[in-house]
């Protein structure tokens, strides 16, 4: 039994569902809604945070934990690179997303306009919105300088630095919050990236009361 607990718009489970999907691994999505405190769940997670992933007896938590358990037990095809100095900024760069882009971004944007409104929280407050906007512009340039010189966000080859990144702005990007016009080298990696097959079932992903912009799924944007 294979089965990852999951918020559709979640980044961090969006990250590992595109780790999965990537080395073809399937397993069954179960909807979980933390602010519910489950008692099921907190027993298997007392974080009580997603995602999760139960293999049979196994249960994994923390998205960083479960992508290096799925990168050593199914190597290919390989999301970390082989040479030290590469392993090393590929983690860096998924840390940046996962972390800084995260707290940042995601949580002024995201989890003000559509989880509060999910979990009945409150209302988004209009700083932290403002917020997100500017500090979402910062990023963008960011990677469009990184851009310059690579093929991808560390380097040549895609890894883990690169659905780290595709998980948030993803995620973003289904309540209109990425401007795609920032940068063409965004634009045309993110393109590149979401026309992966390990990208379908995340672009198939609805939220009630919660309509994506017609681009969202549509692979040439």
Same mark, same amino acid.
């Given at each position: 039994?294979r %089965?990852?607990?999951?918020m559709?718009?979640?980044p961090?489970? /969006?990250?590992i %569902?595109l !780790?999965?999907a990537?080395?073809?691994? +399937? !397993?069954?999505l179960v909807e979980?809604?933390p602010?519910? /405190?489950?008692?099921? $769940?907190l /027993?298997? #997670?007392?974080?009580g945070?997603?995602? =999760?992933?139960?293999?049979?007896?196994?249960?994994?938590a923390?998205?960083?934990?479960?992508?290096?358990?799925?990168?050593e037990?199914?190597?290919?095809?390989?999301?970390l690179?082989?040479?030290?100095a590469?392993? *090393?900024?590929a983690?860096?760069?998924a840390a940046w997303?996962?972390?800084?882009?995260?707290?940042? !971004?995601?949580a002024?944007?995201?989890?003000?306009?559509? #989880?509060k409104?999910?979990s009945?929280t409150?209302?988004?407050?209009?700083?932290?919105i403002?917020a997100g906007l500017r #500090?979402?512009? $910062?990023?963008?340039?960011?990677m +469009?300088?990184?851009?310059e010189? %690579?093929?991808?966000l560390a380097g040549d @080859?895609?890894?883990? *630095?690169?659905? *780290?990144?595709?998980a @948030?702005?993803?995620?973003?990007?289904?309540?209109?919050? !990425?401007d795609?016009? /920032?940068? @063409?080298g965004v %634009?045309?990696? $993110?393109a590149?990236?979401?026309?992966r097959p *390990?990208?379908r079932?995340? =672009?198939?992903d609805l939220?009630p009361?919660?309509?994506?912009p @017609?681009?969202?799924a549509?692979?040439?944007?």
């Open positions: 039994m %089965r990852l607990y999951h559709p718009l979640s961090f489970c /969006r990250k %569902r !780790v999965l990537e080395k073809k691994i +399937e !397993v069954e979980e809604k602010w519910e /405190r489950r008692m099921d $769940y /027993r298997m #997670n007392p974080s945070k997603v995602p =999760l992933l139960k293999l049979d007896d196994l249960v994994l923390e998205s960083n934990a479960i992508f290096e358990y799925i990168e037990t199914h190597p290919d095809p390989p999301l690179p082989r040479k030290p590469a392993r *090393a900024e983690r860096r760069l997303f996962d972390d800084k882009f995260h707290h940042e !971004v995601t002024n944007l995201l989890y003000e306009r559509v #989880n409104k999910l009945k409150g209302y988004p407050e209009s700083d932290k403002k #500090n979402i512009k $910062y990023h963008l340039d960011y +469009e300088w990184l851009f010189a %690579r093929s991808w @080859q895609m890894t883990i *630095a690169d659905f *780290a990144a595709a @948030q702005l993803s995620s973003l990007d289904y309540v209109s919050d !990425v795609w016009t /920032r940068g @063409q %634009r045309d990696w $993110y590149k990236i979401k026309s *390990a990208f079932s995340i =672009l198939a939220v009361g919660f309509t994506p @017609q681009h969202y549509d692979l040439d944007f």
